[in-house]
C-alpha cells in the first residue's frame, strides 16, 4: 500500500485567529472580560442572558452582542430590558454563515460601547457544531445545557 505524510504547516484558521487576538487586545484595552455563548438552536442562551440583566450581579456592566443569521427578535428581547445589546446578523455580507467568527465580531466593534461595558457576551447562532469549531480562539467559551432537550 502506498503512503504518503502530508504535513500541516500551517494552521487553516490561521487569518482567523490573527483577527481574533486583534478583537482580543481592543477588549482588553477597554477592560472588556468577553464570553462566547454558544450552543444548539433553543437551548436557553436568550432566556439566560435575559435572566443575568433582569438581576444582575452587583458592579457587572452587561452588555450583548447578539449573533443571527436574520432578524433582531432575540435582541429586541434583551432592549426591553435596557442592556446595551448590539445585532450581528450573518445574512447580509456574511453568506448566512451558522456561526459568528472573528471578523464578523470585529465589523460589530465600531457598534459596541465598549466604554459602557464590563463583561460582554456574545450569543453565537444557535447551532452546535459549527460554533465550536470556528474560531473564536481567544474566548471564553460557555454552552449551556440543553434543558428543552432533556
Ligand atoms: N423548560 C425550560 N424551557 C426553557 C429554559 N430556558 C429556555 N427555555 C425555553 O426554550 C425556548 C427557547 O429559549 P431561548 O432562550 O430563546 O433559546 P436560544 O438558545 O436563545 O435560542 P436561539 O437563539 O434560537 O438559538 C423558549 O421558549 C424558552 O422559554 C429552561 O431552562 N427550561
Ligand atoms: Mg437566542
Do not use: Y
Not at 18 to 41: K, W
Not at 47 to 64: K, M, N, Q, T, W
Not at 88 to 110: I, K, Q, W, Y
Amino acid at each position: 500500500m502506498h503512503r504518503t505524510k502530508v504535513r500541516i504547516v500551517e494552521d487553516a484558521l490561521d487569518a482567523n485567529n490573527t483577527i481574533a487576538r486583534a478583537n482580543r487586545e481592543d477588549f482588553d484595552r477597554h477592560q472588556v472580560a468577553v464570553v462566547n455563548l454558544m450552543s444548539a438552536p433553543g437551548a436557553g442562551k436568550t432566556s439566560l442572558l435575559e435572566r443575568i440583566a433582569a438581576d444582575p450581579p452587583d458592579g457587572v456592566r452587561l452588555g450583548v452582542l447578539e449573533g443571527d443569521v436574520q432578524g433582531s427578535l432575540d435582541a429586541d428581547r434583551l432592549a426591553t430590558l435596557h442592556v446595551p445589546v448590539t445585532q450581528l446578523n450573518t445574512d447580509p455580507g456574511f453568506g448566512g454563515e451558522c456561526h459568528l467568527d472573528a471578523n464578523m465580531v470585529r465589523s460589530a466593534l465600531p457598534a459596541l460601547p465598549l466604554a459602557d461595558i464590563g463583561l460582554l457576551v456574545i450569543e453565537n447562532v444557535g447551532n452546535l457544531s459549527s460554533t465550536s469549531s470556528a474560531s473564536c480562539t481567544t474566548w471564553t467559551r460557555c454552552i449551556p445545557a440543553c434543558s428543552t432537550c432533556s
